[in-house]
């Protein structure tokens, strides 16, 4: 066995072990709990950049658990599968742990509760990165319930707000239903095929009404997570009242695993010919997203509602990737979601900070901090233009990959709706801007403000430097990154066959080729200047005073916010509500798997 | 014997759905949570049911492995985690039940809604 595959589970057991050791020995390193968090984080980085070499060319490593290897054709033991897509999406986890746990050392300060807080973070993380690297479909299940009760908790981490309780309590149920659509999707899948470990039962899957059934509930469950529409509406509750560091854990890593487990269900599990029609639902689910997340991003009142709405209408996008399915599309929907995760943490923190700050919530009691908080306004500026896909910006990157594949799968009204969430984003996020940094101080508090410490600013500047790097290598990180995710996702054989014998047919070590735009290309900057010109004209709309009653634009803005309301009140608030139309989506994305049978 | 406990788990899993959908108070959604948690107990241990199996407990010399007909211990080592995690879930679900009780002076969860739109 080499030695860099026998170093798999020190990645999961590091973070693990610091989360147990934490509250023994907490009383002794009371001011470095953050320090030792970076330390723990940082060796399970490397843990997981010396497995790098191997995924990054196409292998699987496998490591089983007591060497309980499958004999016979037959897997018992539980195994790690890591490969290019689940190794990205673990070190995503580990960026943006990091930069959380940086921030929250600054972010904490003078408040309570420090040790508990740490310990619950790093449960979160480790189960987020067990997550992604086990090939076993219940040791999956017991890393979801592990991440999401650390995360339910530090949602509820301000108990003395009523709405932490209520968000923590809504994400609560909701999670759960979908952990229990998991965990009989799962017996389901035992059913047909008598295994567990995702390389046998992909192996040995039946196309039967159980079997597809079985899917669809995974795929429903894992859409919870991944906070796709209708399953969405635990998001922007358990976003806007988590601690901001723990906001931006969610929405760069947690929601991420969502995306990991739908894709590795449709490509990874249904045998290739079955899965067509569900990707096409996905595509509509995406679509859907884009719209729901984009338009409620638009008379969103508090600061980090807008945000969480817009990962909402990020997430959409991922999806759209992942059901056109072609290499191309899937290898932006990796570097999409990298590019995500880096630019919305530190966008989180950047609005962080300024809520810190001025201890203002609400767009109405922030304005005029441009002067007073320099280093945030550049910082939160540069994270929109990226996050709109800008040119240079990793943004771009993803949105150019997707849209290629759109036009090559004979889908290019979908270029249309990539354009659109584009413009709604640019939008939304132009809005908070104006509001929170220029105009008037609304409140003392906000006239008494002054720049973040420098320990918040720090990883905010870190995560986007991340993100202009991956913009300008955009070739280099197509073909070193995004093909091989692509290629793990795709090649179906390939992964069974490196988890049950071990062997690595040559053939499955080539990356597809995908060749990105270059972002200096003027060429391909049409879309870009669509979604500066839309986003900056909605943006404006949206904060001039209003037109004078019977004139044109007064008409189709007032049919405008018809829609926009009905969706705003198709969010409730009542939880058993959103059960309902978290049974309602998964019960619809069973049609599809049981038409392609 | 096996269909049978499969239908009543399905069965016990849309009413725990169905009962959730409809509760208004905020422990009753717990306790239909606790139904449909139930069923997947259920579905998990029948799964591994064989009639007139015993258990599979190889030292034992009257056991012999391949021969004598045992239960599918994987299914019950299954339930077992699940029972766990559910009891976690629900231990926290209930103190934060406590804390709304103590923010919003109710338990209709019509009249739980700061957070909405």
């Known amino acids: ?597 | 014997m096996f269909f049978l406990n499969f239908v009543a788990a399905i069965l016990l899993f849309l009413i725990g759905l169905y009962g959730l959908i409809r509760a208004r108070n905020l422990v009753r959604i717990l306790l239909n949570l606790g139904v449909m948690e139930s069923s997947t107990y259920l579905m998990l241990v029948a799964l591994g049911y064989r009639s007139g199996a015993t258990a599979p407990i190889f030292y034992e010399p009257k056991i012999v492995p391949g021969i004598t007909p045992t239960v599918d211990p994987i299914m019950q080592a299954l339930a077992l985690t699940s029972i766990v995690i559910g009891v976690v879930t629900l231990a926290l679900a209930l103190s934060l039940i406590i804390h709304l009780a103590r923010h919003y002076r109710t338990l209709d969860v019509r009249r739980i809604r700061r957070l909405r739109g």
């Open chain 1, 1 to 597: 066995m080499p030695p860099t595959l026998s170093a798999a589970p020190a990645a999961i057991l590091i973070p693990l072990g610091t989360a147990f050791v934490m509250p023994l020995i907490g009383r002794f390193v009371r001011h470095f709990r953050p320090a030792l968090c970076i330390a723990s984080l940082l060796c399970s980085g490397v843990v997981l950049l010396s497995l790098g070499d191997p995924v990054l060319k196409g292998q699987t490593l496998v490591y089983w658990m007591s060497s309980w290897a499958p004999r016979d054709g037959l897997a018992i033991g539980i195994s790690l599968s890591v490969d290019a897509w689940g190794w990205l999406i673990a070190l995503i986890t580990v960026i943006v742990g990091l930069a959380s746990v940086i921030y929250a050392a600054g972010y904490l300060r003078g408040e309570t509760g420090h040790e508990t807080y740490y310990v619950l973070v790093m449960l979160l993380i480790t189960g987020l990165i067990g997550f992604a690297l086990s090939g076993d479909l219940f040791n999956q299940f017991v890393w979801l319930e592990v991440f999401s009760v650390a995360a339910f908790a530090l949602t509820a981490f301000h108990p003395e707000h009523a709405e932490s309780i209520e968000a923590a309590f809504k994400y609560l149920i909701t999670n759960s239903i979908a952990a229990f659509f998991v965990a009989i999707g799962l017996t389901l899948l035992y059913l047909n095929t008598g295994a567990l470990n995702l390389a046998h039962v992909a192996r040995d899957f039946k196309p039967t009404p159980g079997g597809m059934i079985g899917v669809g509930l995974l795929v429903g469950g894992y859409a919870t997570k991944a906070a796709l529409v209708p399953w969405h509406f635990w998001l922007p509750d358990a976003h806007a009242a988590a601690p901001t560091p723990v906001s931006a854990l969610f929405s760069g890593a947690l929601i991420k695993i969502g995306l990991y487990a739908v894709a590795r269900c449709v490509f990874t599990l249904v045998p290739p010919g079955h899965n067509d029609l569900l990707r096409t639902a996905l595509i509509g689910v995406g679509t859907a997203s884009i719209f729901v997340g984009g338009v409620q991003m638009l008379h969103q009142k508090q600061i980090k509602r807008i945000l969480a709405y817009s990962s909402v209408a990020q997430m959409g996008y991922l999806i759209i990737g992942v059901g056109l399915g072609s290499p191309g599309a899937l290898a932006g929907a990796a570097l999409h979601a990298l590019h995500h995760a880096l630019v919305k943490s530190a966008l989180f923190m950047g609005t962080g900070a300024v809520v810190r700050q001025t201890d203002a919530h609400t767009l109405d009691e922030c304005g005029g901090l441009a002067r007073l908080m320099p280093i945030t306004f550049v910082l939160v500026s540069g994270g929109t233009a990226a996050l709109a896909g800008m040119p240079f910006s990793s943004g771009y990157l993803g949105k150019s990959l997707i849209t290629e594949a759109a036009k090559e799968s004979g889908m290019d009204w979908l270029s249309l709706v990539v354009v659109g969430a584009g413009i709604f984003t640019l939008a939304g996020m132009l809005r908070l801007i104006w509001r929170v940094f220029f105009g008037e101080h609304r409140t003392t508090g906000a006239g008494g403000a002054h720049e973040a410490p420098l320990i918040m600013l720090m990883p905010i500047a870190a995560l986007m430097i991340g993100s202009l790097l991956i913009g300008f290598s955009a070739e280099g990180m197509t073909k070193n990154l995004g093909a091989w995710a692509a290629h793990a996702l795709q090649n179906r054989d390939a992964y069974i066959g490196q988890v049950m014998e071990g062997t690595v047919p040559p053939e499955s070590l080539s990356a597809p080729e995908i060749h990105p735009p270059e972002p200096g290309d003027i060429s391909h900057w049409g879309s870009s200047i669509l979604i500066l010109v839309g986003g900056v004209g909605m943006a404006y709309l949206s904060l001039r005073k209003p037109f004078s009653a019977g004139t044109l634009p007064y008409t189709l803005i007032y049919q405008a916010r018809r829609i926009s309301l009905a969706l705003r009140l198709w969010h409730t608030g009542i939880v058993t509500d959103y059960a309902l139309w978290n049974s309602v989506g998964t019960a619809l994305l069973i049609v599809p798997l049981m038409i392609q049978r």
